[in-house]
């Protein structure tokens, strides 16, 4: 009998004995665990910081490229009224060079019309004003005349 209690002691004692290292087993993998945990506690917090500077960097991007996209808005407004005023004034220079060029015209007509002799009668006329007031000078015709 003592020998069936001594067995019995052995196999309680293995039992217990793996039970302890099956303890000590769990308790070192929740130390490694935590470990871990705390690791990659550190990590996040890493990457936490890394995704507010991330997003401040998108922030700033999109309120640059918002003011880029209101600069390029203002450009083209500022094209387009450039070109609206070009063709204007190119319009305008059009205009004035058809009237410079009827002025020359006429201008050239008028020096024809100069160059046209002077009639006989029309020159007599003119030697022999017949003037109302002659010594006040009023007809100029009259003066030239003279």
Not at 65 to 90: C, G
Not at 92 to 105: C, F, G, P, T, V
Not at 118 to 134: F, G, S, T, W, Y
Request: aromatic share 6%.
């Amino acid at each position: 009998m003592f020998s069936l209690f001594k067995s019995k002691a052995v196999i309680v004692g293995l039992v217990l004995a793996s039970v302890f290292a099956f303890a000590v087993l769990r308790q070192l993998q929740l130390e490694t665990a935590e470990a871990k945990l705390e690791v990659f506690r550190g990590q996040q917090a890493a990457l936490n910081l890394d995704l507010d500077r991330l997003r401040q960097t998108v922030s700033e991007q999109e309120d640059e490229r918002v003011k880029w996209v209101n600069e390029r808005d203002l450009i083209a407004a500022i094209n387009a009224q450039y070109e609206r005023e070009q063709v204007q004034i190119s319009a305008q220079l059009q205009a004035k060079y058809r009237e410079l060029n009827e002025l020359m015209e006429k201008s050239h007509e008028i020096q024809n019309w100069g160059d046209i002799p002077v009639p006989n009668d029309v020159i007599e006329l003119l030697k022999r004003p017949a003037c109302a007031n002659r010594d006040r000078n009023e007809n100029r015709i009259c003066v030239a005349a003279q």
